[in-house]
């Protein structure tokens, strides 16, 4: 019998389509999302409901001020849009902590739990009495995940500076480096342009979100063996910093500060954004050799003198690469998009330096990449049919597992949408206490 290749195999077995027949790899956790202001908190939870923990998302009786957050004031059914897609999965139910009644609630639900997310200033959590060392009481085995802007300790930890993304972006030493270069001798009032470039969006949040992700599996890995839970401490600047690859070693070693450089990069050429005809490109070439293919698929191997090229360090000195670069974009200009990645393509498989060439790929809006036939065959822009806010298409199926596969089950739910279903299965609390805790305020 005649086996199958292997990318027929795996993609039958990773089908998105399927995974609501197979099962899920954190079923039998419970996890308590207390982020308050903070998509850091709700990415983090996002990833472990997409792996089938059951998210129990703890919002004030008004809404966490998330909701609000959109792209020019959009809602849709309510909602606001950057908030739809991180309600994935969850159950929603609200609960004033500011309350002794709402703290001795959560403190029911804690003693069902596995883990717990928040997101407070350092400190609130203790002065309300459900902090890490109050709720352990309860429940030995709790894991509590604490993801702030400055940490749980450190001179300014407890700031009264609120945890926003780009705050993370700010502080953690990156963002300083990137954007466009101060030409020599001018200022901001000749070139307002030249400054710090900010990430986006939410890339200061969903890092340490990811970071936390991480840290809780390997902590509910720790207590599999042990028994025993533990408190997790996040900042989230301090894990944006993590980001800064290079930067830290080159100051320490050399005396470098990390400067801005545009599109350009201070270790490596051919790597950079181009500019073509109907729109623009990124080039790759960490190689010389690549480099070199380069030159050549564009026609400019002698007029260059290619061949005479030995290292690819002098061409990552910064004099260099702005000597260079506008040489390469002149000659980008001059093809599209298509074109310029259709001559790489074919470069690999005749060119002079074949197999080796350059690396060529176009910037797609967001309209395109929701197109691509690449991702629409791997299912992650496949519409989510939700009881509450209909057919959306949204991000998913990001990790492919053959046997307990990532699915979103449904989009979002409204503040409060599952306050009867939860309070009843974990605390048996019925619709006549609920009405009660309404009218007081407590959700």
Known sequence: MEQPIWADWVKERNNPGLAHTKPEALDNITLLDLSYKSFAGCYCSSMLA???AEVLRIEPPEGDFIRTCTPYG?????????????????????????????????????SQADVLIETYRPG????WGIGYEQLREVNPRLIFASITAYGQFGPVSRSRMPDYDNISQARS?????????????????????????????????VQPGTFMAVGILAAVYWRGMTGEGQALDVATAEAY??????????????GVINERFGNLDA?????????????????GGLRLEMWQAFADIVGKWDEWDASSWTSLATFTQKEQQLKWAPLVFAETRKYTNKELVSMSVEYAKKGRLAPIT???????????????????????????????????????AQHKMTETPIRTKWVCRPVGYDNEHIYLKYLGLGPSKLKKMKEGGII
């Open 267 to 283: 270790d490596a050429w051919l790597y950079c954004f181009a500019p073509t005809k109907d729109g623009t490109v990124f080039l």
């Open 50 to 52: 997409e792996f089938g």
């Open 74 to 110: 959009m809602t849709y059914k309510g909602e606001g849009l950057n908030y739809l897609t991180e309600g994935r999965n969850k159950f929603h139910i609200t609960l004033d902590l500011k309350k002794p009644e709402g703290r001795e609630i959560l403190k029911g639900l804690v």
């Open 241 to 254: 910093a993590c980001f800064d690859d290079y930067a830290a070693l080159w100051y320490q070693g050399a």
């Open 124 to 127: 609130v959590m203790d002065d």
């Open 173 to 205: 030493g990156i963002q300083s480096a990137t954007g466009e270069i101060m030409p020599e001798g001018k200022s901001y009032d000749e070139c307002p342009w030249a400054v710090p470039t900010k990430a986006g969006p939410w890339i200061g949040w």
């Open 358 to 396: 350059p690396v060529v790929a176009p910037v797609c809006s967001p309209e395109e990449t929701m197109k691509d036939a690449n991702w629409l065959d791997r299912g992650i822009f496949t519409p989510v049919v939700d009881p509450v806010y209909g057919e959306l298409i949204m991000a998913q």
